[in-house]
């Protein structure tokens, strides 16, 4: 059930409420809504195939099926394994100049930390500006999402300095998964540096961060993860983000998004729901809320 008592639809039933089925013949490219980017945390999902992918898709055809539909995509698959110059020329080449991506961090950064200077040194073949392999072009910059395990200690924020110095070419944003540190110092120093701070939608469970809507940086990032309180703690990377938000859960993002996009030069968003596609219902549905 949503937050306002009404039943949730099945994300096919709702897919076919808000998007039309997505096809090579029929490209329906979406740029951005003035500056306001949105789209999917990630795209490659089989589970995907049938609610947002025809039938019989194949996993090297989602992408240009998902460029048609969105301007903007986060390339998840970069925090299991490190972004090379090759992939990040097979995305630009599926998708075309238009399209926009951020790069979540390889997991050495943000959760392992044990190959912190491998990592950096990949990053930075494939991401620094002055690279014969960059593509700062569509490269909307770099996310660092740290877990909740990555509290609010002077070891970690030394850390997260340290993180920010040696990628200080590309632009940053930084998610923080536990409430420690909502605080206004770590925001004044996070506008310091010009990182950009996400504004993530989580369920409202102690520890876990409010942080209010606000600019630290030219450019804004909001990430919906869905508000599913019974399997956060102990749900998997899939049952976790099993949610679809309602029509008036995603209404009261209307005037914070308003408000960002009027301050930022660009204001990204994210759906991470992507259990059986919902990230794509709720998109769409976000989409045509704001247009």
């Known amino acids: 059930m949503a937050a306002d008592g009404k039943p949730y639809l099945s994300a096919r039933h709702a897919y076919a409420r808000y998007v039309r089925p997505i096809s090579p013949r029929h490209a329906c490219y979406t740029s ?38 969105f301007p903007f995509t986060e390339l998840n698959f970069t925090y299991y394994q490190q972004p090379t110059g090759d992939s990040l020329r097979s995305i630009a080449a599926k998708t075309g100049p238009r399209f926009r991506f951020t790069v979540k961090a390889f997991r050495a950064l943000t959760h392992d930390r044990e190959r912190f200077v491998d ?27 740290f877990p909740y395990s990555f509290h609010y200690t002077a070891e970690n924020r030394r850390y997260l300095a340290s993180v920010c110095d040696a990628l200080a070419y590309v632009p940053l944003f930084v998610e923080y998964r536990n409430a420690e540190w909502d605080h206004s110092s770590v925001w004044r120093e996070m506008e310091r540096r010009g990182l950009g701070l996400v504004i993530p939608d989580l369920p409202q469970l102690d520890g876990l961060p409010r942080t209010p809507p606000r600019l630290t940086a030219p450019s804004g990032y909001i990430r919906f993860h869905g508000r599913n309180a019974d399997n956060w703690w102990q749900g998997s990377n899939v049952t976790r983000y099993d949610y679809l938000y309602s029509d008036s859960e995603l209404a009261e993002w209307i005037g914070p998004i308003g408000d960002l996009s009027a301050k930022s030069e660009t204001l990204v968003i994210a759906f991470n729901n992507h259990f059986n596609g919902q990230a794509v219902v709720n998109a769409e549905q976000l989409r045509q809320m704001l247009t």
């Open 32 to 69: 951005a809504v003035g500056e306001i980017l949105i789209g999917t945390s990630g795209y490659s999902y089989d589970d995907w195939v049938g609610p947002v992918y025809p039938e019989g898709t194949h996993r090297g055809e989602f992408l240009p099926f998902y460029a048609h539909r």
């Open 119 to 145: 990592a950096v040194r990949v990053l930075q073949s494939v991401a620094h500006p002055e690279s014969e392999q960059s593509h700062v072009d569509q490269l909307i910059g770099i996310l660092l999402q």
